[in-house]
């Protein structure tokens, strides 16, 4: 038998942060790029659309006008998924039927008046003012008693089920820990005891020698495909420092990170020469007072599509019975994203 080889053999790839696991089976996607590269044609958007509940001046389901914002405007979601004013209460049956009342606020994030723009085509100055507004609103919700956790995300494009183009982001927060990011502070308070270091500073630190798995470096801030990513594309926004949550970013830590942000995005956009779709989400420490010592800021974008502007990975079988399973190696995506900065 030959030597196990990551870039041929089917194999299982562990990720630290949430102790989950991932099938690679690189032999299915071994044969060279043949993604289709042709142009998909703009939808072309107006700057201002008076029928979006987004833009400017323009009236929302509930009734009242948005401001007429120059930059960045936050609002309460009309269709909050979660409410301040929740009653306490429990339900538990034989403890198999449970259930709790959750209190949270769920927010919507305008990054830009301009209704034809995404983040990719927004100026790192412009992007470093939604980055002020996230610190700003993580500091606000998570300085109120029952929010215990803040989740600051994008979804894009029709292909993640984004209803509006017009370049926004939400944030929900809440009492509870949700269960992706309760996985990450057990995983990285584990480690951090261990070893009384961030396992993502570790981490970072291997793929900064290792370099197969980077895409993108500036002072501050380091794009990368995770060894253990799942979604093709998938990548990771790291600061260079231990920083737990956006509230400890400076001035230029600020900048750097819109910068690999602006850059991440230009990048994914060429991809497939179309506007990129994904989800996206920074994670970071809870808000419900205590240390987390082990918490290590970071931004992940899970994008979807996997050959083309029009084929996209589907978590479907296998992947929802078992475990997420992909063809093409994180390496070779790296190589592919960072080829297109
Ligand atoms: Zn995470």
Known sequence: MATFDLAEHPHRRYNPLNGEWVLVSPHRAKRPWQGQQEEVSKEVRPQY??????????????????????????????????????????????????????????????????????????????????????????????????????????????????SNPHPHGQIWAQSSIPAGPAKETQQQAAYYTEHQRSLLQDYLELELEEKTRIIYENEHFVVLVPFWAVWPFETMLLPRRHFQHIGQLGEEEKNAFADAIKRLTMAYDRVFNVSFPYSAGIHQRPTDGQEYLGWHLHMHFFPPLLRSATVKKFMVGYEMMGDPQRDITPETSAERLRSLF
């Open 49 to 162: 659309d008076p029928s979006c509940y987004l833009c400017p001046t323009n009236e929302r389901a509930n009734g009242e006008h948005n401001p007429d914002y120059k930059s960045t405007y936050a609002f309460d979601n009309d269709f909050a998924a979660l409410q301040p004013g929740t009653p306490a209460g429990t339900l538990t049956k034989a403890g198999l039927l449970r259930a709790e009342s959750e209190r949270g606020i769920c927010k919507v994030i305008c990054f830009s008046p301009r209704h034809d723009l995404t983040l990719p085509d927004m100026e790192a100055s412009d992007i470093r003012k939604v980055v002020d507004l996230w610190q700003q609103e993580y500091a606000q919700l998570g300085a109120l008693d029952f929010i215990n956790h803040v989740q600051i995300f994008e979804n894009k494009g029709q292909a993640m089920g984004a």
